[in-house]
């Protein structure tokens, strides 16, 4: 099952105009018998439930506020001693924990979330990658100010890939095509339209067209867009929707439940 617990970018929003879609920052939960995924920690992150037998993995594209300020308001089972793994991409778990420990600590945030925390156990992605093999666990730089992760993983030979966030070029295409070729699912940051693209470039994110030619490109059965721009409204997403029926597109819609298998 893959659930959408957080689908807006930048910051959380709560008004008549996005009820239907969600207003909460980005989180998705991949969970299947054997394993339990995290991408990101926005304030969707506060929904998750842990799973009690199964390993959780949380995976953190980067720090900006939107995909870490979820992190410190979900209820840590404490009785639970099953570690929640947290890993990057790019930083080693101690700088990791550094970064996440200044921001989750006075004067930022009222207790030092991070050292009061025994539950979270962070990891170095090479060695999640080694210890859970069957998942083929991957990741790639995506183009961001300050670097983001996007991650691959497969559930029974289907591949699903988390591009959030990422300002896409032309250079990056031939290596990120091959990162995601023949998916199930790619996830990807639809934070602007192409118009709007003009206006933003250097801001970090793509648009939801260059969305559609590269989920063709790459094969992908799915073609996910998520990190909806705070300003996009239920109305403007129904009508891309609408405008896209018949694709492969999916508007990211939250507590939305999709199954994998099958
Ligand atoms: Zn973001
Ligand atoms: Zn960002």
Redesign the pocket.
Known sequence: MLIHHGVR??IPCSNFETTKYGGNT?CIEIITDKIQIIFDCGSGFSKVKFAEKIPTIIFLSHF?H??IQGLPFNEFNVKNSKPIFLTNGVYKNNILKDILSKYLSPPYFPIDFIKENNVIKFIDFDEIASMYKEFNFDKIILNHPGKASGYSMSIENKKFCYL??NEFDASQERELIQFCKDSHSIIWDGMYTEIELEEKKGWGHSSIEQGINFGQKANSKNLIIS?HSPSRSDEQLDRIKFKYSGTNLLIASENERMKING
């Open positions: 970018g930048s980005p900006h939107d995909h959030l966030d990190h």
